[in-house]
């Protein structure tokens, strides 16, 4: 989607990109006299601030994530309902999320979840992971094994989240899951390398219920696991 024109926020992020960098890289006193650098070097700090600053200007451009990020929700469902109707898949996703995060009356689980489905349907792993949200948390009777199919897709696609939650599952025996500590500690292992804060504490508090020859077995299924491609 094109970016808008840079607005005067992103003007004076270029004049101190500009002022703070390029001086420094292409030009040098020594001895009383301006050496400069290569060219070329120039030249890809240019096209790194721009390709930055382009990339910025056509996020802040995009309808309804302003409003979406803002907490305006009702002006989030005006602007993204358009789009998401011509099969945006960004754009159903957050329309779903405006509608389940939204205050009555604004608020609908319907709609969020019809819109929810739509973009996950076609593979956005955001979607995927709030559609397992919606059938936990937010729905009046949980349906929890649908959650967990959902988070299972997510994690397949290497969402650190769903990882975490499938190895909870996993670890626990519920949701329609079989209790496996090995697979349970495989998945802890891979949302732990991606950063997630939950899978690296319980990777620690878990090991008194598993063997060192589990452990090193989730963590070779953890070598060899690839993600599915979107």
């Not at 094109?2 to 001895?31: D, H, I, M, Q």
């Not at 994530?65 to 945006?88: H, T, V």
């Not at 779903?96 to 319907?110: H, R, V, W």
Request: aromatic content about 12%; some cysteine.
């Amino acid at each position: 989607m094109p970016g808008n024109p840079p607005n005067n926020s992103l003007r004076r992020t270029w004049a101190v990109a500009r002022a703070a960098y390029f001086p420094r890289l292409c030009n040098r006193r020594k001895e009383g006299r301006l050496i400069r650098t290569h060219k070329f070097n120039c030249f890809l700090v240019f096209m790194v601030l721009v390709y930055v600053l382009i990339g910025y200007a056509a996020a802040q451009s995009r309808p309804g994530l302003s409003a979406y990020q803002s907490g305006d929700f009702a002006a989030a469902i005006k602007e993204l309902r358009p789009l998401a109707e011509q099969g945006d898949i960004g754009s159903q996703w957050l329309l779903g999320s405006s509608y389940a995060n939204a205050k009555p009356p604004i608020q609908d689980l319907t709609e969020a979840e019809r819109w929810t489905r739509r973009a996950a349907e076609q593979g956005h792993v955001g979607a995927m992971v709030d559609m397992a949200k919606i059938n936990l948390f937010y729905k009046p009777d949980k349906d929890e094994k649908t959650a967990v199919l959902w988070y299972q897709k997510a994690a397949e696609y290497g969402h650190p989240e769903a990882q975490f939650m499938i190895g909870s599952y996993c670890f626990s025996g519920k949701g329609g899951i079989n209790k496996d500590y090995i697979t349970a500690y495989m998945w802890w292992i891979l949302s732990g390398a991606k950063g997630h804060p939950l899978a690296k504490l319980m990777l620690e508090r878990s090991k008194d219920r598993i063997s060192q020859e589990q452990i090193d077995e989730a963590k070779q299924r953890a070598r060899e696991w690839r993600p599915i491609k979107p």
